[in-house]
């Protein structure tokens, strides 16, 4: 088969790649030939390389490839390698190529010659691996058979499965959590490998997928304590990397783990390994609502969000629940209504109760700064409520322990405090309470926190706008901006880029500081992608 007609018309490369499957068993081609015939229809649609084309052949997920690596490995006495998904999708997307010793493994897992793989060759071994079988063999059409190594004879042999090694031949929703995964570890090795990479529909669409995905397992849900150490550890370490790794390559990240989370979901657990999974699941979805945030997709964050209270509301933890909650309520205050920030801030509060923890003093800070906004909306009235709500998230904070107050995405600083309370005296018009509190801010946060000082350095520039101060206060922002690393440009800056543009030009006219900050905004360099990574 090479005509892309006799399989339908071309859609997703998994749909295209099954369907010639299914045909090449019902006519009993051995993977081999089906692999030929998937990278024939395929490569020219899709790409498709010559070595996933192989795997697309078995029906398998690039996890199977590993765990029948790593069985080799174990078999034969040696450690296990350190081949994963991610280094497997390089290397079928072409972004990197094996080295003889995985290359050797490789031709060993699916009985090809490094040619079918579309490597060089020969293999390192000297020795062939095209399978040879008897007459009238027939293989179960899913089973990767292990090459075990042959040191005396090259003679046909048969091999069985591995006991105890399930393979799937594919994901039992149509394969598409795969090809969501492998967007977004292309995504993030074209990020890795300094290359442009433009928010697009594709990675939206797989990061919604992804996110849907775990919704669909929550509801049925096997795994070791030592796995949820381990993946809690992950987690808490993208908690930390929140505030200086660029948001796409750290969602990247997070959503391929929050990916294997969701397959630990698919079987029911014992309950008290449930809950911590859970809790991973809500913690990772709410991160990834997070970082939605700062890339400007307020429905996606929604989203994940909501994905979050499912997770968080099967544990049961009330603190666990108000992080969620206090950190949804972040998505109205920069794309929504205040109003509804407001909401959600003092039901985070109700579910934190009289329990001291980071959401605990969070939530009435929140609280404050959608206060803020209302007063700068013309609710003078809301003032006294917003100093009120500050003198109690203060409160709060004063009780936290060393654990609330660390550095991470889970945790509640007193960095964050000082910056989100001249946040809050900002939008009051208080300049000296404000300026105060985010000089402060400016002092506690470090050199790596891009975001969050080109925030405060905003709020700033806010301030002197609002003193009367426009050509100082435009100059300042665009050197904050233009100083930002590549990847850091988010659509949370620019959006308050150009509300502070469009503030000066409704007062003081279209100055030439506002047509240089516009200029800087609409730059390539400042279009929003995420480019070589410093």
Known sequence: MTEPEKVGPPRKEADLARQIRARGLALGHAPPQIAREIYEVCAPIHGTSQIKAQRLAHGIALSDIVAQVRALYELEGRPPPKLGETLLSAYESGYKRPGPAYLHDLCRVYHAEPADLGLPGPCVCGRPHARLLEPGVVLPPDTLLIDRDRTTSRQPFSVPPIAGVQYRAEDPRGGAGEEEETVLRRTLLQILAGAGVALDGQILGAVDGVRRKMDDTLVNASVSPTMLDQWEETALGYGKQYTSTPPLRLLCDVLLDFSEVRRMCEQRQPIELQERLCRLAAQLSGLAGALMINLGDHRLSRSFFRTARTAADETGDRSLRS??????????????????????????????????????????????????????????????????????????????GKEHVADTAFGYTERQLAFHIGDTYT??????????????????????SELDRTLIWLDRATCRLQKGEPEEALRTARETVLALSPGQFTDIIAQRARQLVGAAVAQYGETSEAKEFRAALASPTRSGTVEKQT
Do not use: C
């Not at 939008?427 to 790596?448: F, K, Q, V």
């Open 323 to 400: 992080w969620v909650s206090v950190r949804e309520a972040l998505v109205p205050m920069y794309y929504g209504d205040p109003r509804e920030s407001l909401h959600l801030a003092r039901r985070a509060q109700d579910l934190a109760g009289r329990t001291p923890s980071a959401a605990a003093a969070m939530a009435p800070i929140v609280e404050a700064r959608a206060l803020g906004m209302l007063v700068k909306r013309g609710r003078t009235d809301a003032a006294g409520s917003a100093k009120r709500a500050i003198a109690r998230g203060q409160a709060v904070f004063g009780q936290l």
């Open 427 to 448: 939008n009051m018009g208080d300049h000296t309470h404000a300026e105060e509190a985010l000089r402060r801010a400016l002092t506690l946060y470090p050199s790596t």
